[in-house]
């Protein structure tokens, strides 16, 4: 056995992340790594904490990366709300929604389940009708985003409705934090995790997290322990706590972080709003030039997500084929379809540094050359100039 | 709010981790980012499964890196193997010993402990009398390179132990993996766990583990299913598994996972035993040099870690000042004592790229010098003299 530096070529991510990684952010990676008790270091998560709440639209206090994918930033915010024999509403509309219900069982508690069709957003009478049935739920839990399907999902309505029910919410922002609207305070939600990898075009492998004054409340009145000693926020606390004593909890991944903290300072550049009506705009240019390949959508156009495009794979193109040929062809990542639409459905990412017109142009041109390639009938020329439009 | 790009200086660090990072492995951090389900990534991804097993010393087939810090090792070891109502001896001669308590009784199940000096490698007397006492106790646990205090412990004798009383074993080689003699398979390790960011020299954030035939097929027989969903090995096998289908689980930290092989890659050219030796070496000569200082060593030479030196500090100096200074002064971090070591206690790590002879001197110049300030009397001249014989 011998092996190699691996040597990776230039991809373009267009799937459902991780998403293209702009070099600022890969050149921060590989800065010095510095102790991770180091005054200088612990400036750095100080910014870090203020840079997350800017990008949350919130002023809550514990607001910082999980030191792992947002899988775990999910699994921390179950463990740390839910408690054993604690009964949670989970709105399921994708596999996400699924995976929360994972969580919540395997804490021991009770998940009630919405079940709403792939591709719709979360319906809201459903959800009162289940939470007027189940006055003794504690928590509401949903995804804004789905990223299996493409679909928005009305987080501001749905934490009303949880309010009016004395729940506290869970909110999954994976791959709408940075790419839509999101305002924790305003909306009052009261636990949210993301990832680093989507449309904050950072490198996957951290899990923003922030919770609410009420949600700490409750994680201090928990009568059971927390399962998860990693996970553990009262402990997590101890390290990222303003005035805190930093107390060693674990080794934070240091230079991770510092990628972390340059995606920030670059949407912290652009500005937050800008941020949002990019993908917006840039949405609208990929959706019209899908349209004119005869490239349908998923999702309706009232609750699509701009950066997450699912569009049915025409009849008689091959799901697998066409992938295969965008990745050797033009180094063009875009993504399968995951649970109930494999095969059916491909995801087109266009997050954070991916969400520009460069990458529009090629996505068009390569997908118009591989489904005709396969005797589909297209104009690439027709798609680019709907797109410019 | 405006917060710059974060500039951090070069630090040496030689502390008790993270260690200083090769320019090779820091480079292939900042490699273009590819997805988690690319093939070429996957490709990555056998060829660290096999450097990994090189690296444990193991063939075993559940060998990967989880993608998180050596903590969520820890934690995916004992909820993988630890059910409810099970009964965990657990030896603790450290911090790191404590903590796997921690794990055992927030699964809701029994640690049985054997309290062992700190400083001192884990007494197998001790552990013999206790797995006398409780016969039906299903693991053994213990840390062999224990980074609060510096002492090794002899892993596999306790193994041993462990398989006479028909115990399974789960072993913290965090510090210990790359820096001194490892043999899982040779000594019959069942589960262990390391981080990336000791004697390996990577950055700090993942954690190899590996699972042993044996405690695969206990995982498979579990009566529970296991409580947390992120670090579930059932799961994670089905991405990470040989000849699978790659199941998508959780986004994989593509970049950290580049940064990681790297550094094993290196470890393969320099070769495993000549990594123990270099450790070995360097140890003789930063000791040589510490006590010709007058700095005395906390553990015995016949169980000391080479890459983890702790020291008593001398009477009459401040351990906060030496540390600033030293950080201040010579850009060099040093370790504080922790827990019941704290403020008696420093720890000068040698791993993986801190082991060589240029830290050595640094270290040992610095060292002399933040003491004199403090009217130590000692000479930077004798230390590096007793430190190149």
Same mark, same amino acid.
């Given at each position: 056995?011998?092996? =190699?530096?691996?040597?990776?070529?230039?991809r373009t991510l267009m799937g459902p992340g991780p998403s293209d #990684? !702009?070099?600022?952010?890969?050149?921060?990676?590989?800065?010095?790594?510095?102790?991770?008790?180091?005054?200088?270091?612990? &400036?750095?998560?100080?910014?870090?904490?203020?840079?997350?709440?800017?990008?949350?639209?919130?002023?809550?206090?514990?607001?910082?990366?999980?030191?792992?994918? &947002?899988?775990?930033?999910?699994?921390?915010?179950?463990?740390?709300?839910?408690?054993?024999?604690?009964?949670? #509403?989970?709105?399921?509309?994708?596999?996400? $929604?699924?995976?929360?219900?994972?969580?919540?069982?395997?804490? &021991?508690?009770?998940?009630?389940?919405? *079940?709403?069709?792939?591709g %719709?957003?979360?319906?809201?009478? %459903?959800?009162?009708?289940?939470?007027?049935? !189940?006055? *003794?739920?504690?928590?509401?839990?949903?995804?804004?985003a789905e990223t299996s399907t493409g679909a928005l999902?009305?987080?501001?309505?749905?934490?009303?409705?949880?309010?009016?029910?004395?729940?506290?919410?869970?909110?999954?922002?994976?791959t709408?934090?940075?790419g839509v609207?999101?305002?924790?305070?305003?909306? $009052?939600?009261?636990?949210?995790?993301?990832?680093? %990898?989507k449309c904050?075009s950072?490198?996957?492998?951290?899990?923003? #997290?922030?919770?609410?004054?009420?949600?700490?409340?409750?994680?201090?009145?928990?009568?059971?322990?927390?399962?998860?000693?990693?996970?553990?926020?009262?402990?997590?606390?101890?390290?990222? &706590?303003?005035?805190?004593?930093?107390?060693?909890? !674990?080794?934070?991944?240091?230079?991770?972080?510092? $990628?972390? !903290?340059? =995606?920030?300072?670059?949407?912290?550049?652009? $500005?937050?709003?800008?941020?949002?009506?990019?993908h917006a705009a840039m949405h609208a240019s990929l959706a019209a030039g899908l349209e004119a390949l005869g490239v349908h959508f998923v999702v309706?156009a009232?609750?699509r997500l701009p950066q997450l495009n699912s569009v049915y794979i025409p009849?008689?193109v091959?799901d697998a084929?066409v992938r295969q040929y965008l990745l050797?062809?033009h180094n063009l990542e875009i993504g399968a379809g995951l649970? *109930?639409f494999a095969g059916k459905v491909w995801r087109i990412g266009l997050m954070g540094y991916s969400a520009r017109s460069e990458n529009i142009t090629l996505l068009l041109t390569a997908l118009a050359e591989a489904m005709?390639? %396969?005797?589909?009938?297209c104009?690439a020329? *027709?798609a680019l100039?709907a797109a410019?439009?």
């Amino acid at each position: 056995m011998t092996i =190699s530096s691996f040597m990776p070529p230039v991809r373009t991510l267009m799937g459902p992340g991780p998403s293209d #990684v !702009h070099p600022r952010i890969l050149a921060a990676l590989a800065r010095p790594t510095l102790g991770h008790l180091d005054p200088l270091f612990v &400036g750095m998560m100080d910014e870090l904490k203020q840079l997350l709440k800017y990008a949350f639209n919130t002023e809550n206090e514990l607001t910082l990366p999980i030191s792992a994918p &947002g899988s775990a930033g999910m699994e921390a915010c179950f463990v740390n709300l839910v408690e054993p024999g604690d009964k949670v #509403v989970v709105c399921v509309n994708g596999v996400f $929604g699924k995976r929360m219900c994972e969580n919540v069982t395997r804490i &021991g508690a009770t998940a009630v389940t919405v *079940d709403c069709a792939w591709g %719709q957003p979360v319906d809201l009478a %459903q959800v009162e009708t289940v939470l007027e049935q !189940h006055r *003794d739920a504690k928590i509401l839990a949903f995804v804004h985003a789905e990223t299996s399907t493409g679909a928005l999902s009305d987080a501001q309505a749905l934490c009303a409705l949880a309010k009016k029910y004395e729940c506290l919410t869970i909110v999954d922002a994976v791959t709408s934090l940075g790419g839509v609207e999101l305002r924790v305070d305003d909306w $009052g939600i009261d636990a949210i995790y993301s990832g680093s %990898q989507k449309c904050l075009s950072c490198t996957p492998g951290l899990s923003p #997290v922030s919770f609410s004054d009420a949600a700490v409340a409750a994680i201090k009145a928990r009568k059971h322990p927390v399962q998860s000693w990693f996970l553990d926020m009262n402990l997590i606390l101890g390290y990222w &706590g303003e005035g805190g004593k930093r107390a060693y909890h !674990h080794t934070a991944p240091v230079n991770a972080l510092y $990628g972390l !903290h340059e =995606s920030l300072v670059m949407l912290q550049e652009e $500005g937050l709003e800008n941020a949002w009506q990019r993908h917006a705009a840039m949405h609208a240019s990929l959706a019209a030039g899908l349209e004119a390949l005869g490239v349908h959508f998923v999702v309706d156009a009232g609750s699509r997500l701009p950066q997450l495009n699912s569009v049915y794979i025409p009849d008689g193109v091959d799901d697998a084929k066409v992938r295969q040929y965008l990745l050797a062809e033009h180094n063009l990542e875009i993504g399968a379809g995951l649970g *109930d639409f494999a095969g059916k459905v491909w995801r087109i990412g266009l997050m954070g540094y991916s969400a520009r017109s460069e990458n529009i142009t090629l996505l068009l041109t390569a997908l118009a050359e591989a489904m005709t390639q %396969q005797g589909y009938v297209c104009s690439a020329e *027709d798609a680019l100039a709907a797109a410019i439009k």
